[in-house]
């Protein structure tokens, strides 16, 4: 069983900064990209930054500039660090992972519970 556990999420003013952290566990050979994701009330999730097996990156444009994702691969773990962030930028922020649990197995699709992200005014 594999397990994708957040933290980092909380309530801060405009124009401060977050790091994010989700780290994976269980019954894991090897993780693939992995990225976060945000859902806004009353809108649809949506992607927010991902991240190669080799540390590509990819960001949504409306985050460019400001987030940062990396990942440590001997933690099997992802982060993003926000900074600027904005009152727009509040969502419940989701971590994807790929995986497999065995060499030549499936992989599979993994996210975490979420964590809040509150940006005031």
């Known amino acids: 069983q594999v397990q994708l556990v957040e933290s980092g999420g909380g309530l801060v003013q405009a124009g401060g900064s977050l790091r994010l952290s989700c780290a994976a566990s269980?019954?894991?050979?090897?993780?693939?990209?992995m990225g976060w994701y945000r859902q806004a009330p009353g809108k649809q999730r949506e992607m927010v930054a991902t991240?190669?097996?080799?540390?590509?990156?990819n960001y949504a444009d409306s985050v460019k500039g400001r987030f940062t994702i990396s990942r440590d691969n001997a933690k099997n773990t992802v982060y993003l660090q926000m900074n600027s962030l904005k009152p727009e930028d509040t969502a419940v922020y989701y971590c994807?992972?790929?995986?497999?649990?065995?060499?030549?197995?499936?992989?599979?699709?993994?996210w975490g519970q979420g964590t809040q992200v509150t940006v005031s005014s």
């Open positions: 994807n992972a790929h995986l497999t649990s065995r060499g030549g197995g499936v992989w599979y699709e993994y």
């Open positions: 269980g019954s894991i050979f090897s993780i693939g990209a």
């Open positions: 991240i190669s097996s080799g540390s590509s990156t």
